[in-house]
């Protein structure tokens, strides 16, 4: 059966806090390519991928944009500040299911309950812990391994054999010129890593493509598992918030 908890963050949060955010949590099924929402709109609904994985993108005034992190069971996506509304657009990758949650319904959680704060904190970490290893595997590391990373990173864990992918988007979402991209995969094809096909890259050897990629998935600084001990010194944050309500 499917279950909310199938996401990380919402499976690490204490009984009583789970149980009175999960009437609340809608199912959802996304395709590949769907748009969940856009560049600055406010209150787009929070999203825990369960089966799903999602690009955060960067969309720049001309019209072009590019990943800055891809998430699945480990992460959320969405806003709730009115101000300025998301500044990325989440595009999903891989096709699967996500529990969808009204904005306010988790803005009150977040004043009222400290399990939801802290699973808040941790959704935070693990963004920045994406952003920093893309910042730093495109500043460091080769196109191939780039491309590498980005193919054994799409299903989260989680070996697929088919990628719905175009060339272009893949370009566009590692910031690499479509005609590298088009020679690391036809160098992969050669390697049998991979079988390319119109609109979608195949994957014949898992094991030999994540020889192919950096890294970067292995650095422990980047990759760091919170427990509940790590955020026991944030538990007086609940009460200063609800003082400021």
């Excluded at 709109?41 to 590019?66: D, N, R």
């Excluded at 704060?117 to 963004?127: G, H, K, N, P, Q």
């Excluded at 992969?188 to 890593?193: G, K, L, N, P």
Aim: glycine share 6%; with cysteine; aromatic share 6%.
């Amino acid at each position: 059966m499917h279950s909310p908890q199938l996401n990380m963050l919402l499976a690490s949060l204490p009984e009583p806090d789970y149980e009175r955010l999960a009437p609340h949590l809608e199912l959802v099924g996304l395709s590949s390519g769907a748009e969940i929402f856009h560049s600055g709109k406010p209150y787009t609904g929070i999203y825990f991928p369960t089966t799903c994985t999602v690009s955060a993108q960067v969309e720049l005034e001309a019209g072009v944009s590019t990943d800055i992190y891809l998430l699945g069971h480990r992460g959320l996506f969405g806003t709730g500040t009115p101000q300025r509304g998301s500044f990325y657009k989440a595009i999903v990758r891989k096709p699967g299911f996500a529990y969808r949650c009204p904005t306010h319904i988790l803005t009150q959680e977040l004043l009222r309950a400290e399990g939801v704060l802290l699973m808040s904190l941790m959704a935070t970490r693990i963004m920045m812990e994406e952003m920093a290893k893309n910042i730093a595997c495109r500043t460091f590391h080769t196109a191939s391994q780039q491309i590498a990373r980005w193919l054994m990173n799409y299903g989260q864990c989680e070996p697929v054999d088919t990628i719905a992918i175009t060339h272009n988007e893949l370009a566009n979402a590692l910031g690499i010129r479509r005609e590298r991209v088009t020679l690391v995969l036809n160098q992969f094809e050669a390697q049998c890593c991979i079988r390319l096909n119109r609109g979608h890259i195949h994957i014949h050897d898992h094991t030999s493509l994540s020889q192919l990629a950096c890294t970067c998935e292995q650095e422990h600084a980047l990759n760091k598992i919170w427990t509940q001990a790590d955020l026991v010194p944030t538990t007086e944050l609940t009460a200063k918030l609800k003082a400021m309500s």
